[in-house]
């Protein structure tokens, strides 16, 4: 069974960073594929950034050259660093995982969820 626990989430001022982190359990990193997608209130899910088995990785134009994804495949941990962040980013973020590789920010690609962590960005 796949499970997938997000932490790292709080309150930050813009311009601030956090680090969310996400445990896996009963997945495998290399061959497969993990992702982090972000939900505001009254909008629809939406992808963040994605990493395949092999490190390539797909951001949102929106977190590009913000936000770095990352996996500790020793730890089977994934990461999310942002960085300049802003009330835009303000969002519940969850972690996804799929089997195999699959390069999307497609939210129906992806079967595994976690229950979110919520990021607020104000001052």
């Known amino acids: 069974e796949v499970q997938l626990v997000e932490s790292g989430g709080g309150s930050v001022q813009p311009g601030g960073s956090l680090r969310l982190s996400c445990a896996a359990a009963g997945f495998t990193f290399s061959s497969n594929t993990m992702g982090w997608f972000r939900q505001a209130p009254g909008k629809e899910r939406e992808g963040v950034a994605v990493?395949?088995?092999?490190?390539?990785?797909l951001y949102a134009d929106s977190v590009k050259g913000r936000f770095t994804i990352s996996q500790d495949s020793a730890k089977n941990t994934l990461y999310l660093q942002m960085n300049s962040l802003t009330p835009d980013d303000t969002a519940m973020y969850y972690c996804?995982?799929?089997?195999?590789?699959?390069?999307?920010?497609?939210?129906?690609?992806?079967?595994?969820w976690g229950q979110g962590t919520q990021v607020t960005v104000s001052s």
């Open positions: 990493i395949i088995g092999n490190g390539r990785t």
């Open positions: 996804a995982a799929s089997f195999g590789w699959r390069l999307t920010l497609n939210r129906g690609s992806h079967a595994y």
